[in-house]
């Protein structure tokens, strides 16, 4: 029973050094500095500027036609949304596009057509490409056609 009052006492004890020790909030300076008003600066006017955000519209990035197979020349997509539309003239036209990544083939990878038409028509489809460079390798039989690459920017 000593023992517990003992530590109480030493532990009350140091609770009071602790608080003397801390300055109050009446013991601190503040430094305040009062100007008079016709030092004090001129009111600047908010400046509001209204720039309205140009509105996206899709861009030609790419122009390929022709029939038969062909591979067309690169092009660049930056990563904003992108379309390949078509137009395709003929009787029992059969046409299969493919869109490639730079430096890859085909012959090595293999790959499902991103278009794969089998009558003459016009349409589009949206593409799920990053951003980078591509070209197509068309196969067309019994047609002709123009494929366009289009780009929201």
Same mark, same amino acid.
């Given at each position: 029973m000593k023992k517990v009052l003992l530590w109480g006492g030493i532990g009350f004890a140091a609770l009071i050094v602790i608080g003397l020790l801390i300055p109050s909030e009446d013991t601190k300076t503040?430094?305040?500095?009062?100007?008079?008003?016709?030092?004090a600066p001129a009111e600047i006017p908010a400046t509001t500027t209204t720039t309205q955000a140009k509105p996206k519209e899709w861009v030609?990035?790419?122009?390929?036609?022709?029939?038969?197979k062909k591979r067309s020349d690169l092009f660049? #997509? @930056?990563?904003?949304?992108?379309?390949?539309?078509?137009?395709?003239?003929?009787?029992?036209a059969m046409c299969y596009v493919y869109i490639l990544d730079e430096g890859d083939s085909l012959e090595a990878s293999g790959g499902f057509p991103e278009l794969s038409i089998s009558e003459a028509g016009?349409?589009?489809?949206?593409?799920t490409k990053k951003a980078g460079k591509y070209y197509l390798d068309v196969n067309s039989g019994n047609c002709?056609?123009? #494929? @366009?690459?289009?780009?929201?920017r």
């Open positions: 503040t430094e305040t500095t009062n100007t008079p008003a016709a030092e030609k990035v790419f122009e390929f036609s022709g029939k038969g660049e #997509l @930056t990563g904003g949304r992108a379309k390949l539309s078509y137009n395709i003239t003929g009787s029992s016009s349409d589009s489809t949206f593409l002709s056609w123009t #494929l @366009t690459v289009e780009e929201e």
